[in-house]
């Protein structure tokens, strides 16, 4: 093996899919990306990782909801270019073309060209490590999308797309002990 530099360690562990995090602070929707996501424990309690200086931290850290939306391979530049520029200047729904879709539960809206979306309150704000909490409170899937593939960043501008899934619940469910 060769060895790597340790501030690159990072790309070696994707925790998750990169989502699309919009807001809404009481007077505009906004969109951030966040290429770090996680699912906590086998619930819909997620977390993310942002602080002060991203201008949606401040929507959802006054209004404690948002939506977590999942975008796939398609909306690449999309994704990217909500995630090189502030909101603080830019309605990023009409610069990237994508639709807010009016949520159930929460202000902040959902995003009609993603693959699904989830409506969320933030439930805890770990300030120590930038670390959002989200409980999910609705979830929405699109069945008639055709792209399903969803895209994993590993760092410096590079990013992974999901391929075919493997099942192997019938083999996982014979090894688990009963009541488990």
Known sequence: MKKMPIDKAFTLIEPGPVVLITTHNGKQNNIMTISWSMVMDFTPVFAITTGPWNYSYAALSKTRECVMAIPTVDLIDQVVGVGTCSGNKTDKFEKFGLTPVTAKYVRAPLIKQCLANIECKVTDIVRKHNIVVLEGIAAYFDTTRQEKRTLHATGDGFFIVDGR????????????????
Do not use: A, I, N, T
């Open 165 to 180: 899934k493997l099942d192997r619940r019938k083999m996982m469910q014979s090894k688990l002990p009963s009541g488990v």
